[in-house]
C-alpha cells in the first residue's frame, strides 16, 4: 500500500499545498486532477522523492517509474540502451520485446534523435514498463500531442497497465482521460490546495 500524508507544502514562504492524505492500493491506477499551478507536479514530486522538503510523510515501494511530460531520454544511446540503462538485468531480448510491444519493433539501435516525438515518448512508456515497476508515475504523459497521436499512446497506456498492473498515478488536467484510465479520480482544490472531500474514496483504505 502506498501511503501520503502530507500535512503541507511551502516554496519559501507560500504555502502551496494544504493537508492531502491519499492511499493508493497495488494494482490500483488512481488519476490526479486540478488546474493549472494548483501543485498536482509538486505532489508526484514528494511521492516520488524527488521533493524531501514538505511536513508529513510517505510511504512508496522502491521499485519505480517516472514518465514525465516530455521523454527524457539519454540522447547519446540507443533506444535499447536507454532501455537496459534504466531497468538494471533487463536483457536484451526483453528490452526488443518491450520495444515491439510500443510498436518500434526494430528500431533498437534507433538513437532518440532520430525517432519521432510520438516515437520518442512511446520509448519512454516502453522504458517505464519494462522493469515492471511496483509504482508508476505519470506527469501528464498524453499533454500536447495531436488528437491521433494521443489517442495511440492512451490506449497503449491503458494496456500496459492492464498487463503490468503496477500501483499507478498520474496527473492530467483532462477528466475524460482521468475518467477513461483511472479506477479512482483525486481533484486537488482551493489555495492552499487540498483534495476535493467529496471525490475521495476512503473506504477500504486505512
Ligand atoms: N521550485 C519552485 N519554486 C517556487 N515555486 C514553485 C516551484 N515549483 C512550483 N512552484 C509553484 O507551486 C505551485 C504548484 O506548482 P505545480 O507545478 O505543482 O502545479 P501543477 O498543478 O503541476 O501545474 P501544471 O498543471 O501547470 O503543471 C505553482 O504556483 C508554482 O508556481
Same mark, same amino acid.
Given at each position: 500500500m502506498? /501511503? +501520503?500524508?502530507?500535512?503541507?507544502?511551502?516554496?519559501?514562504?507560500?504555502?502551496? %499545498?494544504?493537508?492531502?492524505?491519499?492511499?493508493?492500493?497495488?494494482g490500483e491506477t488512481?488519476?490526479?486532477?486540478?488546474?493549472?499551478?494548483i501543485g498536482k507536479s509538486t505532489i508526484l514530486r514528494i511521492l516520488a522523492g524527488i521533493d524531501t522538503d514538505f511536513e508529513g510523510c510517505v510511504s512508496r515501494p522502491e521499485h519505480m517509474a517516472i514518465v514525465f511530460q516530455e521523454p527524457t531520454l539519454l540522447p547519446w544511446r540507443s533506444a535499447l540502451r536507454n532501455l537496459t540503462l534504466a531497468n538494471a538485468g533487463l536483457s536484451e531480448a526483453a528490452a526488443?520485446?518491450?520495444?515491439? /510491444? +510500443?510498436?518500434?519493433?526494430?528500431?533498437?539501435?534507433?538513437?532518440?534523435?532520430? %525517432?519521432?516525438l510520438g516515437q520518442q515518448r512511446r520509448l519512454a512508456l516502453a522504458r517505464a514498463f519494462a522493469g515492471r515497476p511496483e509504482l508508476l508515475i505519470m506527469d501528464e504523459p498524453f499533454v500536447s500531442l495531436d488528437?491521433?497521436?494521443?489517442?495511440?499512446?492512451?490506449?497503449?497506456?491503458?494496456?500496459?497497465?492492464?498487463?503490468?498492473?503496477?500501483a499507478t498515478l498520474f496527473v492530467t488536467h483532462a477528466r475524460a482521460e482521468a475518467e477513461r484510465l483511472a479506477d479512482r479520480i483525486l481533484e486537488l482544490r482551493g489555495e492552499p490546495a487540498t483534495l476535493s472531500p467529496h471525490l475521495v474514496q476512503t473506504e477500504g483504505y486505512d
Open positions: 502506498i /501511503r +501520503v500524508d502530507i500535512l503541507s507544502k511551502r516554496y519559501g514562504r507560500v504555502p502551496v %499545498l494544504g493537508p492531502v492524505h491519499f492511499r493508493i492500493a497495488p488512481v488519476a490526479l486532477l486540478g488546474p493549472s499551478g526488443r520485446e518491450a520495444l515491439a /510491444r +510500443v510498436g518500434l519493433k526494430g528500431r533498437g539501435e534507433a538513437f532518440p534523435g532520430q %525517432l519521432s488528437a491521433k497521436t494521443a489517442e495511440t499512446m492512451i490506449a497503449l497506456t491503458e494496456t500496459l497497465i492492464a498487463e503490468t498492473r503496477p
